[in-house]
């Protein structure tokens, strides 16, 4: 059984992954100065992101993703958008700040923790109460009856508890 994937890993892959997405050829030299680091310590991250099959790269080659490597460079990218939004569009952290604090947390965070998060910021926009909305009227709790293809106007009920429990405590 293969050992999880560290952090600096995932970043290697993030990286890569938007390096490309940039339209960029994903160099060890540009990786490096993309991370702050140096050229052999992005050589010998892609030798270990290769055996796990991650990545495809021969030596002064360009990097390319596996398809396992664009999957799980998608997820770490996703937690980092959606934990960047929540700093910037709910906590208003500068963003600068959100950038490197989305970088830290997007490999620690929960599963849990991110559905609630990506609920709450779902509840936040269907109820136009983002950072720069103003509230709608239309925004109610789902009703019993509502399936989930027809919820879509109410407020999703895990952002509805969560902004339950965020009013309580203030209280």
Do not use: W
């Amino acid at each position: 059984m293969k050992k999880p994937l560290t952090p600096n890993m995932e970043m290697y892959l993030k990286t890569i992954y938007e390096i490309v997405g940039e339209g960029s050829e994903p160099r060890v030299k540009a990786i490096a100065d993309r991370l702050g680091v140096k050229m052999p310590s992005v050589s010998g991250a892609l030798e270990s992101l290769q055996h796990r099959g991650l990545v495809a790269h021969d030596r002064y080659g360009d990097v390319q993703l596996t398809s396992r490597g664009t999957k799980v460079a998608r997820e770490v990218k996703g937690r980092n958008d959606l934990i960047h939004r929540f700093l910037l569009e709910v906590l208003r952290i500068p963003p600068a700040t959100a950038s490197r604090d989305a970088c830290v947390l997007e490999h620690v965070v929960s599963p849990q923790t991110l559905e609630r998060l990506a609920s709450f910021l779902e509840f936040l926009h269907v109820c136009g109460r983002g950072a720069n909305e103003t509230p709608r009227r239309t925004c109610r709790p789902p009703k019993a009856s509502e399936t989930d293809s027809t919820r879509s106007s109410a407020i999703p009920a895990a952002g509805a508890a969560i902004l339950l429990d965020v009013a309580v405590a203030a209280a």
